[in-house]
């Protein structure tokens, strides 16, 4: 078997051609710069050009791209955009509006004057190319990470997103519950828009993925406090076997050592409120099951920022999955995909 595992994030695109016939540490593996990166560059290029552009595409992470809009129309030009590609930067079409950006059909592109850009979380052309040289063929099969807050016009994403985790988790969903092949929930448009693009693609939340992946380091004991410092998102989890007992979620540029110490401490003593997790600027926290700090088997930390923790109070290891950290999220789409079993406790 073989497909592509693809980890969608804010700094990168962690790649990994999952060939059954090879051992994982021969197989292709690529780190990339993200798509939201690329295309915040071809944005800023645009507006050094003094070029008017239209997104046109699909809905993908923001971020970057998002800012690089906001730039081009401070500087004094136009930005047209189809209203798939125009979710990238809000939920809500008229707040998009307000930021000076006309929302247009497909048909209308044809008669601009501006540069298109295609706005895409995975450019499988591109990696087509970049692989053809050398002498890699692209699999036909994708399992996908990519982080979505849900389409939530109406209330704050930070709400929206946690609120279904805690909904999943209180149905007594496991790790399998957030992984989605043709059952994708209707609030992750962001999902919706790599699957249209990967049609039959396997996709998961990037945060669940590094932590299904963070598991396969040969250190991982149960119950196992698993922490996933991401470049923007700080996610983490008690979890037994594939059972995740607590959840929590904040904004990396937000938290220090200190305070991530602090946080986990009560996360797995069963203190932490959900509410003050929000008052502070991130996304909340939910505890199913208190274990108690004193009983976690292994505290693992992943993701790009990492060292946060280098000079932690707590006895964490760096998760390594078979060697390689970057690859952590990939390493846990593979499991999913290997592993998929159609599960029946997610939320709609």
């Known amino acids: 078997m073989r497909f592509a595992a693809i980890d969608v994030g804010m700094g990168t695109q962690d790649i990994l051609l999952y060939d059954g016939s090879q051992k994982i540490e021969n197989c292709v593996k690529m780190v990339l710069p993200s798509q939201t990166q690329i295309v915040a560059k071809r944005i800023s290029t645009a507006t050094k050009l003094k070029q008017d552009i239209v997104l046109a595409g699909e809905t993908m992470g923001g971020g970057p791209c998002a800012g690089a809009v906001r730039r081009h129309i401070e500087a004094g030009l136009a930005v047209f955009a189809t209203e798939r590609a125009a979710l990238t930067i809000n939920d809500d079409m008229d707040k998009v509006r307000q930021m000076g950006v006309s ?3 497909e048909e209308e592109i044809q008669g601009l004057n501006a540069a298109r ?3 895409c979380d995975v450019d499988e052309h591109a ?3 970049a692989l053809a040289l050398f002498g890699v063929k692209l699999p036909d099969r994708f399992a996908v990470a990519v982080q979505d807050h849900g389409y939530s016009p109406e209330t704050s994403n930070r709400v929206f997103r ?3 985790f805690r909904e999943v988790m209180e149905r007594g969903g496991t790790l399998d519950s957030f992984v989605y092949k043709g059952n994708i929930p209707d609030r992750f448009t962001r999902m919706k828009a790599v699957e249209r693009t990967l049609p039959g693609a396997l996709l998961m939340d990037t945060g669940f993925a590094a932590i299904r992946g963070a598991l396969h380091d040969d250190r991982a004991e149960y ?6 410092i991401g470049n923007g998102h700080t996610l ?3 979890v037994e076997g594939k059972k995740p007992l607590s959840l929590f979620e904040h904004h990396t540029h937000q938290l220090n050592a200190d305070r991530i110490d602090d946080y986990m401490r009560r996360l797995c003593d069963g203190t932490l409120d959900s509410r003050e997790v929000f008052n502070d600027g991130g996304h909340g926290c939910y505890i199913r099951e208190a274990v108690g700090i004193e009983n976690i088997g292994s505290i693992l930390v992943t993701g790009p920022n990492r060292n946060i923790l ?3 109070g707590l006895e964490v290891r760096f998760a390594a999955p078979f060697g390689d950290m970057m690859l952590t999220g990939c390493f846990g789409l593979m ?3 290997l592993n998929y079993i159609p599960d029946q406790s997610g939320a709609a």
Do not use: G, H, T, W
């Open 310 to 312: 280098r000079n932690s």
């Open 236 to 238: 983490a989890s008690v």
């Open 335 to 337: 499991d999913a995909y």
């Open 162 to 164: 946690f609120n279904y």
């Open 223 to 228: 119950p196992c406090l698993v922490v996933n």
């Open 103 to 105: 929302i247009i059909s």
């Open 117 to 119: 850009i295609e706005m």
């Open 127 to 129: 990696l087509e190319k």
